[in-house]
């Protein structure tokens, strides 16, 4: 199995790598799955203490596995409606922090990116990093003007390692997705196509500033809400160059107040924020955790780190706002209906699904609606409906429970739901008034223009191919491997009928004749018999055997 990933010798070393680590940490089942056992010698063997749970290993061995596998975590970790939460909570706490490289290392590349020795160029510059990733190391500056600064580093040889990661995954996923329905369902080929652009956005440094940038714009007359100036003389695909934000851990309520800050000033103001990017904008900040949350002086929000950002298109806007609107009003038929629409492979009972939904609501109906708990309940209720939803979905709704979860720490008063109705309002006044309707309108009536003019010549090649007897159907048959191996079986239970039929009603009576006798009868009458009787025995067991 990995026939192609195992030829290329490029990869090779890297998947005896894998599979080495999968095996030490106690996460064998996918090696066997995947057939990655000979690659390996036969004395490696589970390194880690069986205490442990499986769900913890996996973290554990992911952590080991490098940046590739560390986003493929954080990933599956926004799937509630895919892994039950043993998983998903045992994955959020996957980290990246790694052993820095040394400066001796990291010198030529960030001199070459900057085009000058940065011990240079700027006024100071500290060669010891201010933090280590797995996929970046920070290093902070001050300019001549005494501005500071940080810089984001890619580390050296980075993209031929996840290049190679994401070779191996895409062919693991076809062959789990071939392997079982349920590996079909999950779709782990669009998650190894998400990731692959999500990483290789996250490589590119330039794109995660132009993506703070385009955030920003959004922004420009509310002051109150901070994001870092990028600059671009300096920044490239491998480096990010921008302005350091002073701010504090939002969640640590007590000393914002020793600064004398509001915390309850600064939750809505957060809030606010990523409700606009969301609910209005469709392009947001899709990791608020509190180091990507800033509290700054003067009450003011500062977001960093637009490495993953997330993308809603107006359809989508669209359907998120009846969402909403139906958790808040109670209505279970709205729920459903946007359940249904997110999936594109669906064999649940209606009646079921109506009932799930109800017990949903029900549960939050008391109180106010957390947003948070809601959306991950509701990500559980498809999961148990076996609903997958689109990945982009995923992604929003994770933001949604990261930022209120942040947002609660900060002021556990803080009401999202009331804080977002005005804007769902709103937003969904907009997407029925006039002009969008008119809009939407002309946009129809020109593609029935053009289905219209497409008509005459799609007919006349319809009616052409009639004449012609060459109408072609493709047919797809769901389970036809095992149609097929019922017909196999059928066919070798007629050959042995009729083998048996031949005995009883043809060939015994002749051989009564021949051959040495046997208690009065002769022995090729005895073997004729025998056969006789095996095969009835036959068509008798496979006609009565449970099914």
């Known amino acids: 199995m990995l026939e192609t990933a195992i030829v290329a010798a490029r990869d090779r070393a890297r998947l005896v790598e894998i599979a080495s680590i999968l095996i030490r940490f106690g996460v064998d089942g996918l090696v066997g799955q995947l057939g990655l056992r000979k690659l390996l010698p036969r004395s490696e063997k589970q390194q880690i203490a069986d205490d442990l749970s499986l769900p913890e290993r996996l973290r554990q061995a992911i952590e080991a596995l490098g940046p590739t596998y560390v986003k493929l975590g954080q990933i599956l970790a926004t799937r509630h409606d895919l892994l039950e939460p043993?998983?998903?909570?045992?994955?959020?706490?996957?980290?990246?922090?790694?052993?820095?490289?040394?400066?001796?290392?990291?010198?030529?590349?960030?001199?070459?990116?900057?085009?000058?020795?940065?011990?240079?160029?700027?006024?100071?510059?500290?060669?010891?990093?201010?933090?280590?990733?797995?996929?970046?190391q920070i290093y902070q500056a001050r300019l001549h003007d005494g501005t500071e600064i940080i810089l984001k580093a890619r580390r050296p040889d980075l993209r031929a390692t996840i290049e190679a990661d994401l070779r191996l995954l895409s062919h693991a996923a076809q062959l789990l997705a071939q392997s079982s329905p349920e590996w079909e369902r999950i779709k782990p080929e669009g998650i190894v196509s998400y990731l692959a652009s999500a990483l290789r956005d996250e490589l590119d440094f330039a794109r995660e500033g132009h993506n703070c940038e385009q955030v920003a714009a959004s922004f420009v007359d509310q002051p109150e809400i901070v994001f870092p100036k990028i600059y671009w003389q300096w920044t490239s695909e491998r480096l990010l160059v921008q302005q350091f934000l002073r701010g504090m851990n939002p969640t640590h309520a007590t000393s914002l107040v020793d600064q004398g800050l509001d915390p309850?000033?600064?939750?809505?103001?957060?809030?606010?924020?990523?409700?606009q990017m969301i609910l209005q904008d469709g392009l947001f900040h899709a990791d608020p955790h509190p180091g990507n949350l800033l509290a700054m002086s003067d009450n003011r929000v500062g977001f960093i780190d637009f490495g993953m950002v997330g993308h809603l298109s107006d359809r989508r806007k669209a359907q998120v706002l009846i969402l909403f609107k139906a958790l808040v009003e109670g209505r279970g038929d709205g729920v459903a209906s946007m359940l249904l629409s997110w999936s594109d492979y669906y064999d649940a009972d209606p009646v079921q699904l109506d009932m799930a939904v109800e017990r949903f609501l029900a549960q939050h109906s008391t109180g106010t609606l957390q947003i948070g708990r809601a959306l991950s309940d509701?990500?559980?209720?498809?999961?148990?409906?076996?609903?997958?939803?689109?990945?982009?979905?995923?992604?929003?709704?994770?933001?949604?429970?990261?930022?209120?979860?942040?947002?609660?720490?900060?002021?556990?008063?803080?009401?999202?739901?009331?804080?977002?109705?005005?804007?769902?309002?709103?937003?969904?006044?907009?997407?029925?008034?006039?002009?969008?309707?008119?809009?939407?309108?002309?946009?129809?009536?020109?593609?029935?223009?053009?289905?219209?003019?497409?008509?005459?010549?799609?007919?006349?090649?319809?009616?052409?191919?009639?004449?012609?007897?060459?109408?072609?159907?493709?047919?797809?048959?769901?389970?036809?491997?095992?149609?097929?191996?019922?017909?196999?079986?059928?066919?070798?239970?007629?050959?042995?009928?009729?083998?048996?039929?031949?005995?009883?009603?043809?060939?015994?009576?002749?051989?009564?004749?021949?051959?040495?006798?046997?208690?009065?009868?002769?022995?090729?009458?005895?073997?004729?018999?025998?056969?006789?009787?095996?095969?009835?025995?036959?068509?008798?067991?496979?006609?009565?055997?449970?099914?």
């Open 264 to 275: 309850a000033l600064l939750a809505k103001r957060g809030a606010l924020a990523i409700l």
């Open 378 to 547: 509701f990500m559980s209720l498809a999961r148990q409906q076996r609903i997958t939803l689109p990945a982009d979905l995923s992604l929003l709704f994770k933001t949604f429970i990261t930022a209120d979860g942040v947002l609660r720490r900060v002021d556990p008063n803080l009401d999202i739901v009331r804080l977002a109705e005005p804007m769902v309002k709103a937003e969904i006044k907009a997407h029925y008034d006039l002009p969008a309707l008119k809009k939407r309108a002309t946009y129809l009536a020109a593609e029935f223009y053009d289905l219209a003019a497409e008509t005459p010549s799609a007919v006349r090649l319809l009616l052409h191919r009639l004449r012609h007897g060459r109408i072609g159907v493709d047919m797809e048959l769901r389970h036809l491997d095992k149609v097929a191996q019922s017909l196999e079986k059928s066919a070798i239970r007629l050959c042995v009928a009729l083998v048996t039929a031949a005995f009883a009603l043809g060939l015994a009576p002749r051989l009564f004749d021949l051959g040495p006798m046997i208690l009065g009868m002769p022995l090729f009458a005895w073997l004729g018999l025998g056969a006789t009787l095996i095969g009835c025995f036959l068509l008798f067991y496979w006609l009565f055997k449970p099914k």
């Open 86 to 136: 043993e998983w998903t909570s045992e994955l959020e706490k996957l980290h990246s922090h790694v052993t820095a490289v040394p400066w001796d290392q990291m010198a030529s590349q960030l001199s070459a990116d900057l085009g000058a020795d940065p011990t240079e160029l700027f006024l100071d510059f500290n060669p010891e990093p201010l933090a280590a990733a797995s996929m970046a």
